[in-house]
């Protein structure tokens, strides 16, 4: 379960980044970057971080084909193991990004579905949801992002090696905070997530490491 938990290390700057990352230790084998840290720290600190986790790099591009496939490249370059676009942007855009991830057989590439944040009808969201997958599989993408409550829907669309990766987690009564289509850590391995996000329930625990144990251990009871 260490393997399929990504912590989202949405931290202001390197020194709060690096700390978060020694007191996780080795009780997470990824580190999810997102837009935060990377506009406050850059390529040099994901860099630093590839040294001893792997790295989701979620910056969610959506730019015409060109310039997505171009900001593809630069992010294989760097070395991350998982990065996303979105998945609104097109067929078009979505093929010039696998095309541009082939160069990097250590990067998965996979697309946002409908933000976690956004709460439409299910029946709607569920159509929408696996709409998007099937063209983000079509264009040669390994995988997407949405809410745990439609991957049962992707991977019968999809495929069971189709990668489905799930924020909006939280447990025991958490606040949900901006996130509306949420679920636990039990609920998402039971519905055959691949990988879990998880920010701020582990980085705003009085004791991060115990947290993401404690996630794990709620995966595993799945
Ligand atoms: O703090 P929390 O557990 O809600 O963090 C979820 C993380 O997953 C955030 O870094 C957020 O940017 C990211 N994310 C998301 N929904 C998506 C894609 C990424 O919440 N569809």
Known sequence: MRDRLMVALD??????????????????????????????????????????????????????????????????????????????????MLSAAAEAARAFPQMKLIAVTVLTSQDLPAEQTQKVVVGYASQVKESGLDGVVSSVHEVAGIKDACGDDFITVTPGIRWGGQDAQDQKRVADPTMAVRAGADYLVIGRPILQAPDPHAAAMQAQAMMRQA
């Open 11 to 92: 931290m202001p700057n390197k020194h709060q980044a690096l700390e978060m990352r020694d007191t996780l230790a080795d009780s997470v084998a990824w580190l999810k970057v997102g837009l935060r840290l990377f506009v406050a720290e850059g390529p040099e600190l994901v860099m630093e971080l590839l040294k001893s986790h792997k790295i989701f790099l979620d910056l969610k591009f959506h730019d015409i084909p060109n310039t997505v496939a171009q900001a593809v490249a630069s992010a294989g370059d760097l070395g991350v193991q998982m990065l996303n676009v979105h998945a609104s942007g097109g067929s078009q």
